[in-house]
């Protein structure tokens, strides 16, 4: 009896123990948001401001990691591979889930299915921007001079939108320039204003404090209208030869495929309300960012939208797979 009862002990100590870890609710310990381009770009920025009102909401550490390369395929392989228990996310754009399948032969993930949708967070638009000495004063100004010295200007991407945004340009332009790839939207914008490179089509959030001191200068937007943030520059699609001319990019949040639905849940209520306070939607306007918050179906739904929309916008920049 005294052996039994020793037995009971030790199990009734040990259910103990385990009790409340297993009625903990998520997140128990931190969780960690991988982002696939450097620090200072525009999903970085977008990313460290929800990380920040993730912890506060759930009082529990939200750490953003960065992983740039190889045009987002680092962070999103990393994430793939990823235990499915909602403590890997991932902030990821239309770079790892629209552009990707359609510029690379092949990737070492499926973006829809290795991956759970969690939340669409922000829309970015992207500007085109020239040196501060460029005399380009407007896109037909830049089409020009393109026209004039074919292939002697050269410009720079960081990420697949900059590197779509340009390379339809260059074909609705009829012309011709260098394109010279980098890891991420930073150093694009530091080479821009060191004059080593001559435009560029640029994140409105990774260069909005650029364009606010002068360091570079804005000649045209890529919305299909003008910007409301800086309604004196105009829309590419103003400029002749332009029209309809249409390039935006797109920031969420995703898990590896499998995150519980309980978890899913969680988040992506955290972030509707994030995205519905008055200070985070101005502080995004500010920055350049439209919030599009919505359910987890409903993001899943825009992904598949987002590949066919990416395909047709690839196939008509005259992109070949690499």
């Known amino acids: 009896m005294r052996r039994i009862g020793g037995l009971l002990a030790v199990l009734c100590a040990a259910l103990a123990t385990a009790l409340p870890a297993a009625g ?32 506060q909401a759930f009082n529990q550490s939200f750490v953003v990691e960065n992983k740039p390369g190889a045009s987002a395929q680092i962070a999103a392989e990393l994430v793939a591979k990823a235990p499915a228990d909602g403590y890997t996310l991932m902030l990821t754009t239309n770079t790892a889930h629209s552009a990707n399948p359609f510029l690379f032969k ?29 005399r380009a004063a407007s896109a037909g100004a830049l089409v020009r001079e393109l026209r004039a010295n074919p292939g002697k200007l050269n410009y720079g991407y960081g990420n697949s939108t900059s590197q779509v945004a340009a390379a339809a340009f260059l074909q609705r332009a009829n012309a011709q320039a260098v394109a010279v790839p980098f890891k991420s939207m930073p150093p694009v914008i530091g080479e821009l204003i060191a004059g080593r ?29 003008r910007s409301a943030q800086m309604p004196d520059i105009p829309a590419l699609a103003e400029t002749p030869d332009l029209a309809g ?5 797109w920031v969420g949040l995703v898990g590896p495929a499998g995150v519980p639905r309980s978890v899913v849940d969680a988040l992506n209520a955290e972030v509707n309300r994030i995205l519905a306070k008055s200070e985070i939607k101005s502080r995004l306007a500010e920055l350049g960012a439209e919030t599009a ?30």
């Open 24 to 55: 903990q609710s998520y997140p128990s310990r931190p969780v960690r948001i991988v982002i696939p381009f450097a620090a200072g770009s525009g999903s970085d920025i977008v990313g460290r401001l929800l990380a920040d009102e993730l912890r």
């Open 197 to 225: 490179l001559d435009f560029a089509f640029v994140d409105l959030t990774s260069v909005h404090g650029h364009l606010k001191s002068g360091q570079v200068k804005p000649i045209a937007f890529t919305l299909a209208s």
């Open 293 to 322: 918050p919505g359910t987890p179906d409903a993001f899943a739904a825009f992904l598949r939208q987002q590949l066919d929309s990416w395909r047709t916008k690839i196939a008509a920049a005259g992109i070949e797979p690499e």
């Open 245 to 249: 001319y249409e390039v935006t990019s």
């Open 106 to 134: 092949s990737l070492r993930y499926d973006p829809l299915r290795d991956f759970t949708p969690i939340a669409r967070v922000v829309y970015i638009p992207y500007v085109l921007v020239v040196r501060t000495d460029s």
